[in-house]
């Protein structure tokens, strides 16, 4: 299984583009067909049963591999149930960043998928570019209970209370660990290391060096800007002000902060003092070092999981932990990553709209999320799917996963632990990275994430003025 994650490189002047085109009135235009208001209101049930004919659905995605085929295999199976009534066609868009910048394309030219998944940081502007119909709508609209959903999962797409998409696939970031390295280093795999001092001085023990050549680091992760995320949330503060972005726009990031600038000392120690490899921001690189096995500690998504698995056979075992804490002590928790479905309205008919929310509501179902749970890896967003017997089978094949469940139910939703929703949250996740490489490279820790801060502040500006018109 590939891994979720997908280098988010998308420019801003893309997305603000679009933006501007929005503001003015024109990002795309009712078709007149059954529409009502601006397109953005949900429709009821009658408005499927009176359409004449099939009523097709196009759903654009970023899935391929393991993942793609599992997406093709949910879609069949809803086309089966709604078979004479609703046809729902899958088309890869590539991957999450060309997924985007193809979906502001069609806004500008007012021709919009039916139904679109978006990665967790394009939120914002998906909610900005007044392009869709909140999921909530429709649950309103149909008394449809959405309590189902994991809290943590619900509250990462909701303001105000308020689900703006569909929770698709979701992942959580975990610490990876090769047991067999612990044993021999003396360190007991079932207690592992909980914050970051422990993590550097279980390091110390675990990398190994002959003749001068390291032939196994304590730990490794790429310089990857979701960790910074991550452990700014396990501290319980924001990652950017204004609760995240939650209780108004966000103006600024905070990653130039305390928090901020602890994991670039962190990170900038690790490599000096030899116990981490600079594999720089290509994540691919960072996990084929614990793939190989020279590398005794690792951090990555529960995406990742099986693919390790299946490299480790006949190496070492693979042993899962929570993701660690800033400090010990913290009482925050983790956010999660991945991707949601989003229906569109403006430009689409009432029955349109209608029938992708009954294909994003069988999406969200157990049975289907306990299929997308164990054809893929990503943790089942309805917590239903848990209970039934082939996801139980699955996680018992799987132990290791139990830690993505058990560290999702230990955690308090909060506006610290859903994640900073700004609309240049791409850019800010590089910003943080360039910070991150800086300190590694030798430049003061608190001047480079200063500097990453500062460099964001204009796009973050430019975005808010621009959505604000």
Known sequence: MRSIRQRRTATAAALLAVLALVAAGCGSSDSGDGDSGNGQEAPGADALDQATGVTKVTFWHGMKGANGEAVDKLVKAFNAKNSGKIEVQAVYQGDYDETITKYKTSVQ?????????????????????????????FADKDGYALDSIEPNIANYYSIDGKLNS??????????YINKEAFVKAGLDPAKPPADLDAIMAAAKKLTIKQGGRTTQYGFNAAIYGWFVEQLIAQSGTTYCDNENGRKDLATQVNFADEQGVKIATWYQQMVKQGLMPNT????????AV???????????STGSLRGYLDAAKGKFTVMTAPFPKLSAGDTGGPIIG?????????????????????????????EQQAAWHTGTGYFPINSKALDLPEDKAWVAQYPQFTTAITQLHNTKPSNASS?????????ARKAAEDGLEK?????????????????????????NKTVKK
Not at 113 to 119: F, G
Not at 280 to 287: I, Y
Request: proline content about 7%; charged content about 15%.
């Open 109 to 137: 030219q007012g021709n919009t998928p039916s139904v679109v998944q978006i990665y967790d940081i394009g939120s914002r502007f998906m909610i900005d570019s007044k392009q869709t119909v909140p999921i909530q709508s």
């Open 166 to 175: 569909m929770p698709f696939n979701t992942s959580m970031p975990l610490l």
């Open 280 to 287: 720089g921001k290509k994540t691919d690189d960072a996990q």
């Open 290 to 300: 614990f793939k190989s096995g020279t590398s005794a500690m690792h951090l990555e």
């Open 338 to 366: 991945g991707a949601s479905l989003w229906v569109n309205g403006p430009g689409h008919s009432d029955a349109e709209k209608r029938a992708s929310w009954e294909f994003v509501k069988f999406a969200s179902t157990p």
């Open 419 to 427: 994640g900073c929703i700004l609309g240049v949250m791409p850019q």
């Open 439 to 463: 300190a590694v490279l030798g430049t003061d820790p608190a001047a480079a994430m200063k500097s990453a801060a500062d460099s964001i502040k204009p796009q973050i500006d430019q975005y």
